[in-house]
């Protein structure tokens, strides 16, 4: 059984109004200070680096209660925090024809990536994480890979026929994994290693780019009990790190650092150049719905009709 505590801090069944005074500027100065979003567990790892909180599940637990009153009462700021796990299902649908051709003309990426002799993918194992390192790798046209703990045949076979494209168009394929350290999120990254070479025989490189030993003690990243009820524990050392402990801004750092060292400067900027001449072309065509009344199209002939 965890302990209900794993800090040498005493948990308080009751806080005072003061306190949670407190505790609520601290969580504001911590978010106001963070370059972008970041996950609650995130936040309260922080919060116990200051002394604001014991290091203890019934603490975080209090935490995400207090944090769901306070974005009630308009006090945090409900975007502060990433869940990529509540979405819509369905295609978009549009009002007319200029506004598919105006959400055409700004959505437009090219594949800046067509000339470069790597293709490169980010990988993490929660979905809050994914979202966050998103951010980043999406300047870049980097697709993020959530696994969601231990992904599924089905994810794995898709991702596989993706890398197999790649490595068939003469591409070295790599993809840098994010997760925990503890049993589990060290037997994630190597399950689906396994399962892609054995599987789908499909060798790519896949690598961990955090959370590594050599983060814990460079950071003095905080712990937690590795899980005794985790069955892979029994052939792991010492206690668990999470990933939601690290500083977002190296995260983010790592994540481009990750992706950078692929890129040929030259080959990205010609390509670059490409895409805001197409940009502009689309500006042009996006001029044309734009003209056109509700109902209107265009015959073959570039007049418009009802």
């Not at 309260?44 to 975080?60: D, H, M, Q, T």
């Not at 944090?67 to 009630?72: D, I, P, Q, S």
């Not at 790649?166 to 350290?181: H, L, M």
């Amino acid at each position: 059984m965890i302990p209900e505590v794993y800090g040498s801090r005493s948990i308080r069944s009751r806080r005072t109004k003061s306190d949670l005074t407190a505790l609520l500027q601290a969580c504001q100065e911590v978010i106001s200070s963070e370059p972008g979003q970041i996950t609650i567990r995130h936040l309260f790892y922080r919060l116990v680096g200051r002394g604001a909180i014991a290091k203890s599940e019934r603490e975080y637990k209090a935490l995400g209660r207090h944090l769901m009153n306070w974005r009630r009462a308009g006090l945090i700021p409900w975007s502060a925090f990433a869940d990529n796990t509540r979405w819509y299902y369905g295609s978009r649908r549009f009002d007319g024809i200029e506004a598919v051709l105006l959400n055409t003309r700004d959505a437009y990426r090219r594949n800046l990536w067509a000339s470069q002799r790597a293709y490169v993918e980010i990988s993490a194992e929660k979905d809050a994480i994914a979202s966050i390192l998103t951010e980043e790798a999406d300047s870049f046209g980097v697709k993020v890979l959530p696994l969601r703990g231990f992904a599924s045949g089905t994810a794995l076979y898709n991702a596989a026929e993706a890398f197999k494209a790649q490595i068939e168009a003469g591409k070295e394929v790599y993809v840098y994994y994010f997760g925990d350290f503890d049993p589990s999120g060290l037997a994630i990254d190597q399950s689906a290693i396994k399962a892609l070479r054995e599987d789908h025989e499909v060798d790519i490189h896949f690598l961990r780019r955090a959370v590594t030993l050599e983060q814990i003690e460079r950071y003095h990243l905080p712990t937690r009990p590795t899980k005794t009820t985790d069955k892979r524990s029994k052939n792991f050392q010492g206690e668990s790190v999470e990933i939601d402990s690290m500083d977002m801004g190296i995260l983010r750092a790592l994540v481009e650092e990750s992706i950078t060292q692929h890129i040929n400067v030259e080959q990205w900027m010609g390509e670059l150049e490409i895409e805001q001449q197409e940009r502009l072309t689309l500006e042009s065509i996006s001029q044309l719905g734009v003209q056109l009344k509700p109902g209107e199209i265009v015959r073959h002939n570039g007049e418009a009709s009802t």
